[in-house]
Structure formats: structure tokens, C-alpha cells
């Protein structure tokens, strides 16, 4: 069957200013641009009706970069995914970030799709909303009037719905580099196929001590609620526990499955997505302890 795109207006602004003034011009009836993966789809679908311009934001270089100042990994929003698992600056400072991206879609996809497009459209199982989560990054949005930041645990307001405004395009997105010692992880359950979507992902940051206590704990689960879920109640918990006892870690852990509050689709009933909340985020900790210096049988099963 022949899909037609809806009609629309298409600009090409050269540089961030004009690409704002062109988002303030059309007030709320424009749709940005940026790999298009997830916009072409939508397009196909016909579910962006209503947006008349399409602003197309690839020619603003100035958004495409990594950087680091003052203990802070900057990254613009037009970085694409496979720059993130390239870059030695990227794998130095936040391994994770790169380790996301080896586990993002194809090679095709990675090539185009950016990370502010990741976030911006606000899946609630986007692979890097998790992972910013637990690196407590921060979002920075701009338009012609202001320039706001936004913590990544309060962007997601709902599934595909992301805290930004009229006008406004999301321009960086930012973290303080955790220190040497802090131990990251990411893990998926993939969708039907590979290529799409994850039914549920998990990412955790871990510092233990030098007599294996849990000293500081991060973890965020996607997939399994409206928006990617920052765990903190767990993390408090955690905190201060010695993974020799894990029997007391896993009774905590369990009980993600009553902070999470999955719908069902034609993937995964809410009931599984809500059994495997708990299976992924212990997967995570366990990945994240293990690079932490902590091998253990009892923490080693799936
Ligand atoms: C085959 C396939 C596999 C995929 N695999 C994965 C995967 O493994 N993990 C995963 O998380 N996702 C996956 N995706 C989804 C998609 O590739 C990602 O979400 C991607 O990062 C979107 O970025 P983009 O640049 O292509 O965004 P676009 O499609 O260009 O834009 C997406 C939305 O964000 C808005 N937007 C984009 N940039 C900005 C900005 N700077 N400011 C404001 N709004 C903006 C657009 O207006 C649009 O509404 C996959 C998609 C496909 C088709």
C-alpha cells in the first residue's frame, strides 16, 4: 500500500537564531526536524496533522558537538547516536552514554537519529532518557525569548510528552562527570525486533566502598510507566546496605514492580512489562557492581 505524507511547508534555517525566530513566527504550528526517524514515521502516520511547517534544523552545526568544562559533559542536541559511541571524550567520561548507543536501533538509524530527538519525542521507553537519568543530567531549552534548564527526571511529563514549550527548541543537554570510581550499566529488553523500541530498559550508576557498601545508587527504569521513572525510594534503600547482603538488596528490588505502572500493548502485557521492571533494573545493578569490583554468585543470576 502506497503511504502519502501529509502536506506541509518545509524551511531550512541556516543557524540557531533563525531557526528560533522562524519556531516564534509560527506559534505552536511547526514540528522540528532533526534525524527524522521517529518525525517520518510519525508523518507516514499522519499523526502530525495539525503542524503546517516542518523546520528542518540540520544545518545548525553549532548544536553538534561534545564537551567538556568545568567537570561538565555538554552535549548538543543535534549529536547523532553513533557520535556518542565514537567519541574517546564520550568513553573516558560517561562510558554510558556510549554504551547505549552500541544497543541503539541499526547502524542506519545511529548515523541519523540525534540525541535531542531521542528526548524530545518523550517515548517512554527512550533508551537515553534513563540513562541521563541516573547521570542526573539537565536539558537546556531555548527560544527567542528565554533560555530555561530543565532537570531530566521532571522533562518527561507523559508518554511522547516532553516539558517543552511554544517556541522553545531543545539545545543541550547536560551533566557533571561522575567521579572515577562510579560504575554505570544499561540493559535492554529488546522490542519484536531489534531494530525498535526497547519493552523494557534499565540503567544504574554505583559507588561501593572499600568494604562493599552500596556508598551511592542511581537507577532508572523505561517502558514500564507514562514517562522513564528515576527509582529514588529504591535508591535510598539501598544505600548503606553491603552487597554481601544481597538477600536484602533483591527484597528491595523486588518491590519496583509496585512503582511501576505499565499499560499492556501488542509487545507485552502490563503484568510481564511490570515482572521484567524488577528482572531489568536488578540486571542493572548487577552490571554496574560487577564493573564496581563486586563478582558474586548471589548476584549473578538473571
Ligand atoms: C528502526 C528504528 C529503530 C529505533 N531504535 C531505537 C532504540 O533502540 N532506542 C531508542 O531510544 N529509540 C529508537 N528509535 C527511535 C528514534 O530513532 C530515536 O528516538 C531518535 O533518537 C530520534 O531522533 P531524531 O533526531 O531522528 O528525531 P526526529 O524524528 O527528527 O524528531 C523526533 C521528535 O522530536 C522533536 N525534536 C527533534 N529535535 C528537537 C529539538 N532539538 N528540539 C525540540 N524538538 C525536537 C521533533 O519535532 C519530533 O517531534 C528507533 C527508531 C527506528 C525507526
Redesign the pocket.
Known sequence: MKTLMPYFEYVRPSNLEEALNILEKHDGSA????????????LKDKL?YDKKTIID?NRLRE?DYVRKADGVLAVG??TR?ETLSRSKLVRETAPLLAEVAY????WQ?RN???????L??A?N????GVALMVLDAKIK?KSVRQEREVSVDKFFLANHKAD?RTG????EISFPVPSQDCRTAFV?MEGR?S????VVNSAALTRLSPSLTIEEVRIAVGGVSPTPLRLRSVEERLRGLSVAEWEEIESVLRDVRNLVNPSSSNVASKVYRAEMSYVYVKRALQAALSRAGFYSSIAGGG
Request: no cysteine; hydrophobic share 45%.
Open positions: 514540528e522540528v526536524l532533526a534525524g527524522g526517524t521517529d518525525l517520518l514515521v510519525k502530525s534544523i548544536l542536541a543535534l547516536i544497543e541503539f536501533g541499526t538509524i541519523t537519529a540525534t540525541l535531542g530527538g531521542n524530545a519525542n517515548s521507553a527512550n533508551d537515553y531549552l517543552i522553545e527548541l531543545l539545545v535492554k525486533e531494530s525498535s523500541y526497547p
